[in-house]
C-alpha cells in the first residue's frame, strides 16, 4: 500500500457561544473569545495544507448548534474550499449538535467533500486509486441517537486500510450523553483500522492499533473545565498499515483552574500576590497564548472572614482583571469560587470545656470505633439507597478519614453560628 496522511479533528463547535464571558470583558478579550472556534478552525486548514495531508476527517459537531449559524456554515465552507483547491479531500459526519434535521441554508460543499448521511457509507479516501483507503462514516439523523451505531458498521472492500467516522460514547463516558453508546470490543469487530471519533471533548487514545481508536478531543476548550492543550491528530499511515498518530495543539485560548489554599496569607495583599504568581506560571505554561482563568480559593485561613464580605471576590477579580487584561497575550479570570473555611486552633478549642470541645472529644474517642459501622450499615443498606451506596460502605480503615470530614462539617457549622 501506498503511504496515507490525513488529519483528524472533531468537535469544532463553530460559533460557540461561550456564554457568560463577553459581557463583562473588555472588548479584545471577548472578540478573541468570540473568534476562536473560527481561528482554530483556520489553524486546522493551514495544517492540512503545510503538511500536504490526503484528506481532512471531522468526526461530528462541526457547529455547536442544530440550527447551525449562517456565519459557521460559511466559514466551514471557506476552509473546505481552500482544501479543494489544493487538491485535498474532507470527510465530515454530523454529531448531536449538529444533526442533519437542523437548519441549515443548504448550499452545496466542494465536490471534494464527503459529506455523510443518516445511512452508513463507504467511500474511497482517493477516488483515483480506491485500493488505497476506504472512508466509512454515519452522520446523526437528529439530535438522539440512543442506538449502538458501531455495530452496524460491516467493512466490505478489498482497499489496503479502512477509517471508520462516527460521533459516539464509547464505554459509557459518565461526563457525555450516552449518544452512540458502544464499546472498545464492538469497534474492534469491525475489521476497520482507524477508528476517527468524536463526542468526547477530552483526547483520548483507546486504542494505538489493530483497530486505532482515537478522540481527538475539541480542539478548542468552551468553560474552565475544557483545560489544557487542545487540538489534533496528524496520522500518518505507512505501508503495513500501522497508524502513527501527532498531536497539534492549535487551541487559541487556553482555559485553567488555579486552586490557591488562602492558609498563609494574612491580608489582601499576600492573596494577590500570590494570585500573580500563579497567574503569570500559566501564562508561561499556555506557549504565547492567552488564558481564562478560575480560581479556586481553598483551605483554613485568616482571610476566611474577609472573603465572605459581599463584592469583596468581585473586586478582587476586577483586580487582577485590571492587571493582565490590558495584554496582548491577556489573562482572564472569569469567576473566583470560594470554597475557604475560618481558622480553627484544634487543641484550644478542645480545652475549652463547651459543647464544641464535648464533640471534639467524642470524635477523638470513636476514630478506631468498629461499632460505629453498625448505624451507617443502617443507611448505605437501606432498601432504596442501598442500590447506589452498598458497594462504598466504608471499612474499619476508611473510618478515621470519614470521621475527619465529619468533624470539618460540625465545626465550620457551629464556628459560623458562633460569628454570625
Ligand atoms: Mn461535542
Same mark, same amino acid.
Given at each position: 500500500?501506498?503511504?496515507?496522511?490525513?488529519? @483528524?479533528?472533531?468537535?469544532?463547535? +463553530? %460559533?460557540?457561544?461561550? $456564554? /457568560? #464571558?463577553?459581557?463583562? !470583558?473588555?472588548? *479584545?478579550?471577548?472578540?478573541?473569545?468570540?473568534?476562536?472556534?473560527?481561528?482554530?478552525?483556520?489553524?486546522?486548514?493551514?495544517?492540512?495544507?503545510?503538511?500536504?495531508?490526503?484528506?481532512?476527517?471531522?468526526?461530528?459537531?462541526?457547529?455547536?448548534?442544530?440550527?447551525?449559524?449562517?456565519?459557521?456554515?460559511?466559514?466551514?465552507?471557506?476552509?473546505?474550499?481552500?482544501?479543494?483547491?489544493?487538491?485535498?479531500?474532507?470527510?465530515?459526519? @454530523?454529531?448531536?449538535?449538529?444533526? +442533519? %434535521?437542523?437548519?441549515? $441554508? /443548504? #448550499?452545496?460543499?466542494? !465536490?471534494?467533500? *464527503?459529506?455523510?448521511?443518516?445511512?452508513?457509507?463507504?467511500?474511497?479516501?482517493?477516488?483515483?486509486?480506491?485500493?488505497?483507503?476506504?472512508?466509512?462514516?454515519?452522520?446523526?439523523?437528529?439530535?438522539?441517537?440512543?442506538?449502538?451505531?458501531?455495530?452496524?458498521?460491516?467493512?466490505?472492500?478489498?482497499?489496503?486500510?479502512?477509517?471508520?467516522?462516527?460521533?459516539?460514547?464509547?464505554?459509557?463516558?459518565?461526563?457525555?450523553?450516552?449518544?452512540?453508546?458502544?464499546?472498545?470490543?464492538?469497534?474492534?469487530?469491525?475489521?476497520?483500522?482507524?477508528?476517527?471519533?468524536?463526542?468526547?471533548?477530552?483526547?483520548?487514545?483507546?486504542?494505538?492499533?489493530?483497530?486505532?481508536?482515537?478522540?481527538?478531543?475539541?480542539?478548542?476548550?468552551?468553560?474552565?473545565?475544557?483545560?489544557?492543550?487542545?487540538?489534533?491528530?496528524?496520522?500518518?499511515?505507512?505501508?503495513?498499515?500501522?497508524?502513527?498518530?501527532?498531536?497539534?495543539?492549535?487551541?487559541?485560548?487556553?482555559?485553567?483552574?488555579?486552586?490557591?489554599?488562602?492558609?498563609?496569607?494574612?491580608?489582601?495583599?499576600?492573596?494577590?500576590?500570590?494570585?500573580?504568581?500563579?497567574?503569570?506560571?500559566?501564562?508561561?505554561?499556555?506557549?504565547?497564548?492567552?488564558?481564562?482563568?478560575?480560581?479556586?480559593?481553598?483551605?483554613?485561613?485568616?482571610?476566611?472572614?474577609?472573603?465572605?464580605?459581599?463584592?469583596?471576590?468581585?473586586?478582587?477579580?476586577?483586580?487582577?482583571?485590571?492587571?493582565?487584561?490590558?495584554?496582548?497575550?491577556?489573562?482572564?479570570?472569569?469567576?473566583?469560587?470560594?470554597?475557604?473555611?475560618?481558622?480553627?486552633?484544634?487543641?484550644?478549642?478542645?480545652?475549652?470545656?463547651?459543647?464544641?470541645?464535648?464533640?471534639?472529644?467524642?470524635?477523638?474517642?470513636?476514630?478506631?470505633?468498629?461499632?460505629?459501622?453498625?448505624?451507617?450499615?443502617?443507611?448505605?443498606?437501606?432498601?432504596?439507597?442501598?442500590?447506589?451506596?452498598?458497594?462504598?460502605?466504608?471499612?474499619?480503615?476508611?473510618?478515621?478519614?470519614?470521621?475527619?470530614?465529619?468533624?470539618?462539617?460540625?465545626?465550620?457549622?457551629?464556628?459560623?453560628?458562633?460569628?454570625?
Amino acid at each position: 500500500m501506498s503511504h496515507i496522511r490525513f488529519v @483528524h479533528a472533531a468537535d469544532l463547535h +463553530l %460559533d460557540a457561544p461561550f $456564554a /457568560g #464571558f463577553g459581557a463583562s !470583558a473588555p472588548a *479584545h478579550v471577548a472578540a478573541t473569545l468570540r473568534d476562536a472556534t473560527f481561528d482554530v478552525y483556520d489553524a486546522i486548514i493551514e495544517l492540512c495544507l503545510n503538511e500536504h495531508v490526503d484528506a481532512l476527517l471531522v468526526a461530528g459537531d462541526i457547529y455547536d448548534a442544530s440550527d447551525k449559524s449562517l456565519r459557521a456554515q460559511l466559514h466551514f465552507l471557506r476552509g473546505l474550499e481552500r482544501l479543494s483547491a489544493a487538491g485535498i479531500r474532507s470527510f465530515v459526519c @454530523h454529531g448531536n449538535h449538529d444533526p +442533519l %434535521d437542523g437548519w441549515e $441554508a /443548504g #448550499f452545496p460543499v466542494p !465536490a471534494t467533500c *464527503h459529506r455523510f448521511t443518516g445511512e452508513i457509507e463507504a467511500v474511497p479516501l482517493d477516488p483515483a486509486d480506491p485500493g488505497r483507503a476506504m472512508v466509512y462514516g454515519y452522520s446523526y439523523p437528529r439530535q438522539r441517537v440512543h442506538e449502538n451505531i458501531a455495530r452496524r458498521f460491516k467493512r466490505n472492500d478489498d482497499a489496503a486500510f479502512a477509517i471508520g467516522l462516527l460521533h459516539c460514547n464509547v464505554g459509557s463516558n459518565p461526563n457525555h450523553d450516552p449518544y452512540a453508546p458502544c464499546t472498545v470490543e464492538d469497534l474492534a469487530a469491525t475489521r476497520i483500522d482507524y477508528w476517527a471519533l468524536g463526542h468526547v471533548h477530552t483526547r483520548q487514545e483507546l486504542r494505538a492499533a489493530g483497530p486505532a481508536i482515537v478522540y481527538p478531543g475539541n480542539p478548542q476548550g468552551r468553560h474552565p473545565v475544557e483545560t489544557g492543550p487542545r487540538g489534533v491528530y496528524l496520522v500518518d499511515v505507512a505501508p503495513g498499515g500501522r497508524p502513527s498518530l501527532t498531536f497539534h495543539a492549535l487551541d487559541r485560548v487556553r482555559w485553567t483552574v488555579i486552586p490557591i489554599d488562602i492558609a498563609p496569607f494574612e491580608h489582601a495583599p499576600a492573596l494577590r500576590n500570590a494570585i500573580e504568581r500563579a497567574v503569570g506560571g500559566a501564562l508561561d505554561q499556555a506557549d504565547g497564548r492567552p488564558i481564562v482563568y478560575r480560581i479556586e480559593l481553598a483551605g483554613r485561613g485568616a482571610l476566611h472572614a474577609d472573603i465572605c464580605r459581599d463584592s469583596y471576590l468581585d473586586d478582587l477579580r476586577d483586580e487582577v482583571n485590571r492587571e493582565w487584561a490590558g495584554q496582548q497575550q491577556f489573562a482572564w479570570c472569569d469567576r473566583i469560587e470560594n470554597h475557604t473555611r475560618p481558622v480553627f486552633d484544634r487543641e484550644q478549642a478542645r480545652a475549652g470545656g463547651d459543647f464544641l470541645a464535648e464533640l471534639l472529644t467524642v470524635f477523638d474517642d470513636s476514630s478506631h470505633e468498629a461499632s460505629l459501622l453498625t448505624p451507617l450499615g443502617d443507611l448505605f443498606n437501606h432498601h432504596a439507597a442501598g442500590e447506589y451506596l452498598r458497594d462504598v460502605m466504608p471499612a474499619v480503615s476508611g473510618l478515621p478519614s470519614l470521621l475527619a470530614a465529619a468533624e470539618s462539617l460540625c465545626v465550620d457549622e457551629l464556628l459560623q453560628e458562633s460569628t454570625s
